[in-house]
């Protein structure tokens, strides 16, 4: 997995690599052990730089009767790359949460009729501080979903983690 993004800049060293290729992994396990639903649709988170998260998944398992991205799979993966985005900042914290998407709201531009590529960029003004002292952290993250480099969804979700 690479974990450089070319639309977020940068630099990670080799050690920052390794760790987050290998926390990449271990999102992709808890998710595959937790949410059943997204080992199905073959989920899998694809880059990570402190800044910017992206995930796919293929067509074949989540394909519907028009030959296009099924409605539900595009607001699970939305849905999980925020949640995602959560988990990770937790790691590079030092902390852990229980991380729940509180409220959303989603809308889909285009038909998807290729894999996708979901990503999400951690807000300047967002803190998950909260958590290293047993309070509870509030986060809004803008979730985007790229087809052929055209924009086709959009999701906005509250969650929050304690």
Known sequence: MNTDSTQTHICLSPQD?????GWLTELKQTWYQTIPVSQFMQISPQTFNRQHFTVTA?????INLHQTMFAGSIYTLMTLTGWGMMWLRQRLLGVEGNIVLADAHIRYHAPINQ??????????TASLMPLTTG????????V?????DKLCATFSGLYFSY
């Open 115 to 124: 894999a996708p590529i979901i990503s999400v960029v951690w807000p300047e």
């Open 144 to 148: 985007q979903l790229h087809c052929a």
């Open 135 to 142: 309070g509870k952290a509030k986060v809004k993250l803008e």
């Open 58 to 62: 293929p067509m074949a398992p989540n």
């Open 17 to 21: 690599l390794q760790k987050f290729e």
